[in-house]
């Protein structure tokens, strides 16, 4: 994944604190943004002085500095991707990161539809959830490899994954819990034995369906 951390960094910069750790029950809907810029740290603090709350996925990484390996430190999982909670209404979003100087593009609905795609609250929530970096057997995927993942849509109904649901599937033989969300998913270990398949609605799209265009794609 060449868009995501290596697994070892020459770390120039100070870790970044740990953004969205806060996982609210709020109702509000998020939308995804492609970045272009290698800014990321300032343009969250800057967005959230703006009264924007911002959600970036973090894990633990090992770290050399000053020639020294430094483990456990906290580090984005991607740099060119940053999650926007829908504090308020699409044109004055659109106001304030016009205002930004820095380059950013929200995830648009589709080609042919200039407007932003929002992931739902119930979505992104699970997401957030499972993007806990206390959590262990976790794995990170572009949007891309998450869209080539074979499985069945399934809801947790035990163990401490309870009440979470998305895509049961077998990595390594072993199983897992994939949730993705425009631009990144995430999947952690599960047994099967503790899922339920879904039964999807006539017509119905599945919440995890990927979704969004940024500008670039456009």
């Not at 100070?14 to 998020?30: I, L, M, Q, S, T």
């Not at 973090?58 to 456990?72: C, F, I, N, S, T």
């Not at 401490?160 to 999947?187: H, Q, T």
């Amino acid at each position: 994944m060449d868009e995501f951390s290596p697994d070892v960094l020459h770390e120039k910069a100070p870790a970044v604190p740990d953004w969205g750790g806060r996982v609210e029950e709020d109702g509000k809907n998020w939308y995804a943004a492609r970045l272009f810029t290698t800014r990321q740290h300032e343009l969250v603090d800057l967005l959230t002085a703006k009264g924007l709350s911002c959600f970036v996925p973090m894990e633990y990484r090992d770290v050399m500095r000053a020639g020294k390996l430094v483990r456990h430190v906290l580090m984005p999982v991607v740099r060119n991707l940053l999650f926007i909670r829908k504090d308020y209404s699409e044109q004055e979003t659109c106001r304030i990161l016009a205002d930004v100087p820095y380059k950013l593009s929200i995830l648009r609905k589709a080609k042919d539809n200039p407007g932003y795609y929002e992931i739902p609250h119930r979505q992104m929530l699970e997401f957030q959830l499972m993007c806990n970096p206390e959590l262990e057997m976790r794995k990170y995927l572009s949007g891309e490899e998450a869209r080539l993942k074979v499985g069945t849509p399934v809801s947790v109904e035990h163990g401490p994954l309870k009440g979470l649901s998305g895509k049961l599937v077998r990595s390594s033989k072993k199983y897992y819990l994939l949730k993705e969300v425009p631009g990144m998913a995430v999947m952690i270990k599960v047994s099967r034995w503790c899922c339920k398949p879904l039964v999807a609605k006539q017509g119905a799209i599945s919440c995890d369906s990927p979704c969004g265009q940024s500008d670039s794609e456009r």
